[in-house]
């Protein structure tokens, strides 16, 4: 059972996602966004609590009676499991040779590969917070955050950061101590855990995911994990949707679990955006439209 402090830092965090959804229905995302980041107070005490929270969550691991589970560990598990333990972007590659070579018109000169990764996993980690995944010792963390809770996260606006080719000299642009621009084709890793509820509109998600698309080396992986109380079938067309959306920019999905309180779920950027395209084209229902919806959209509010 959640404690008072446990329920008042919920609702600190329930109480900022319902502000936004609101004045996202009265003036639109991109106005909406634009106010909500002006809300220097709010986003502090959001940050503070989210903060707060995360340590209650993990200590709950531990309790098997709350039966929660580690967005953090599982993260960090299955990252070891694709690059390094079981290698498993290897078995996917093999995979989509194998399909690529049963086409007709199959030319692989479109083909990118992930070269081996010997020692740190290239994450990048939007909407951080704090840097859960800074103590891995097989990744190299880049944390941004629009409001950062410690020092270890760069402050950035991710739907406003830019993309850039590739320097030697600067992976990363600063201005005025806040990140402007992150380095194309250069993580094998990026990690939106509990962003994409946070983000107001399906628009908006899009833009994210499609930051993350470019950002990505082929064959390296974006984690996404969500809030999910409900059964797994619940939001099961949502999340078919969102498979469908992703697909059609080149990801495949690799993983899906649900968890008690949380839906884990991992995309491929393909070797060849060709394949997840063909997934998409071929499993797309009459229901199924280029969106990333969450069931809070559908919120109602009284006026």
């Not at 406003?160 to 101590?177: C, G, V």
């Not at 990026?190 to 509820?197: K, M, R």
């Not at 698309?213 to 390296?220: I, M, Q, V």
């Not at 084209?281 to 509010?301: A, G, R, Y």
Request: aromatic share 10%; hydrophobic share 35%.
């Amino acid at each position: 059972m959640a404690t008072e402090e446990h329920k008042r830092l919920a609702n600190i965090i329930k109480s900022c996602h319902d502000s936004l959804r609101l004045l996202t229905k009265q003036h639109g995302a991109d106005k909406a966004w634009q106010e909500h980041i002006k809300d220097t107070g709010r986003l502090k005490e959001y940050a503070a609590a989210m903060h707060q929270l995360a340590n209650i969550w993990e200590e709950n691991t531990t309790n098997q009676d709350l039966m929660a589970q580690s967005r953090i560990k599982w993260t960090i598990e299955y990252g070891m499991a694709y690059f390094f333990s079981e290698r498993i972007y290897l078995e996917k590659r093999l995979r989509e040779q194998r399909l690529l070579e049963s086409w007709d018109d199959y030319d692989c000169s479109q083909c990118q590969y992930l070269e081996d990764v010997t020692e740190k996993v290239k994450v990048l980690d939007v909407g951080s917070c704090f840097n859960p995944f800074g103590k891995s010792p097989y990744f190299e963390v880049t944390a941004v955050d629009l409001c950062p809770a410690t020092n270890e996260v760069l402050k950035g606006d991710f739907l406003k950061i830019q993309l850039q080719d590739l320097t030697e000299s600067n992976t990363i642009k600063m201005s005025n101590q806040e990140v402007i621009a992150l380095p194309k084709n250069y993580y094998e890793c990026v990690v939106f855990s509990l962003l994409l509820e946070y983000i107001p509109s399906s628009d908006l998600r899009l833009e994210c995911c499609r930051k993350a698309y470019d950002l990505l080396k082929f064959e390296g992986i974006l984690v996404i994990i969500t809030p999910d109380s409900q059964h797994v079938g619940k939001n099961a067309a949502i999340m078919k949707n969102w498979r469908y959306t992703l697909g059609t920019m080149g990801f495949t999905r690799i993983k899906f679990e649900k968890l008690p309180h949380i839906t884990c779920m991992v995309y491929r950027k393909a070797s060849d955006a060709r394949v997840a395209r063909r997934w998409s084209e071929l499993h797309k229902e009459p229901n199924m439209s280029l969106t990333i919806d969450i069931p809070q959209d559908n919120k109602t509010f009284d006026q």
